[in-house]
């Protein structure tokens, strides 16, 4: 059991480290390549510190483990929202959401969309017993990619009418050093080192959901999702510390409706059905958490207020509380299907 535990915290280091350096390579192919400031903060870089969930969620549906694979891109959204409070008490006195723009609410709102459907399709499935899919595919996870991939015209547009100020201006003084040949190599390579590293933390958590008992929802929805989650957690701490609060707000809720189109190539790869209709009604409870941190959030970027509480803003606040109450039913749910 140790063997295993150690096994999964090394994959997580080099998650840890290979996220780093994903999120680094592919800034600067991004600047250098001339794309526009929404493919480098909520697009191309959330799409960089996700890999380990597409990874992770992809390999446990390949063996046939699917409430790993929902329960991770899910309980990666809530991790992630959480992540936001963090940066909120690092980047010092008055709430992080009055330094960052109007411009996310829009990438915020389809979060919040791409997670109700799920979660609608999760209940017509579960309690209206409707099963409909093709070529092995849910219809659910086709439209959910539809609407990803709507979404992201509707943000591409929406960048090019009101650009986000500022939101680099930092950043690229450091990136500038490696060349753009450079970046593509240590970007190929670190997609390689995420790539092993999140088969071999999949299979690893599912061995310590076998030996301790544990429900797979569960391990899932924390443990996997935390781990695969560092690279944002990393990015998030390195934009707060540049001041690019743009960058870690973007980064964050672009890597959420990321990983709702994640589950659509799990759904790709599960052989034994239909993803979301082989997957648990528990994932409802960690959908809707989500959802109320996200637009706890939203109210906190349109309203901005300028009160705090132990240099954190209100609504980073709630959103941590709601992420606690959220994995605390999570764990007892847990514990009732051992017992």
């Known amino acids: ?22 999120s680094l390579f592919g800034e600067i192919i991004a600047d250098k390549s001339g794309l526009g400031q929404v493919f480098i903060g909520v697009v191309l870089i959330s799409l960089a510190t996700s890999l380990p969930e597409l990874v992770t969620s992809i390999t446990s549906a390949v063996v046939g483990a699917p409430d790993i694979a929902v329960g991770n891109a899910f309980g990666s959204n809530t991790f992630n929202l959480a992540m936001l409070s963090l940066a909120d008490l690092l980047q010092g006195h008055g709430p992080l959401l009055l330094r960052v723009n109007y411009s996310h609410i829009i990438t915020g709102l389809l979060g919040i969309l791409l997670s109700a459907l799920v979660v609608f399709s999760l209940i017509v499935s579960h309690f209206m017993n409707i099963h409909l899919s093709i070529f092995g595919i849910g219809i659910d996870s086709i439209v959910l990619l539809l609407s990803y991939l709507g979404g992201m015209i509707l943000i591409f547009k929406y960048d090019k ?14 990136t500038h050093k ?43 929805t924390i443990l996997v999702a935390a781990a695969t989650s560092l690279p944002e957690l990393v990015a998030i701490i390195a934009a707060v ?39 648990k009604i528990i994932h409802i409870v960690t959908a809707v958490v989500g959802i109320i941190m996200t637009t706890i959030i939203l109210i906190g970027l349109f309203y901005r207020s300028r009160r705090s509480f132990l240099f954190m803003g209100w609504d980073a606040i709630l959103a941590a509380l709601v992420y606690l109450a959220g994995v605390y039913i999570l764990f007892q749910l847990g514990l009732n299907v051992i017992i």
């Open 161 to 174: 009418k009101n650009p986000l100020d500022k939101k680099h201006k930092v950043k690229k003084e450091k």
């Open 1 to 22: 059991m140790t063997q295993i535990w150690f096994t999964f915290i090394v994959m997580a280091f080099f998650i840890i480290v290979a996220g780093t350096y994903i």
């Open 178 to 220: 490696y060349s753009y040949k450079t970046a593509l190599i240590g970007f190929a390579a670190a997609a390689v080192v995420i790539l092993f590293s999140g088969i071999r933390l999949t299979t690893t958590a599912e061995e310590i959901a076998l030996l301790t008992g544990i429900d797979q929802s569960f391990i899932g």
């Open 241 to 279: 510390k540049i001041n690019a609060y743009n960058l870690a707000v973007g980064n964050v809720f672009g890597s959420n409706i990321v990983n709702m189109a994640v589950i659509f190539f799990a759904d790709l790869f599960y052989q034994q059905g239909v993803l979301l209709v082989d997957a």
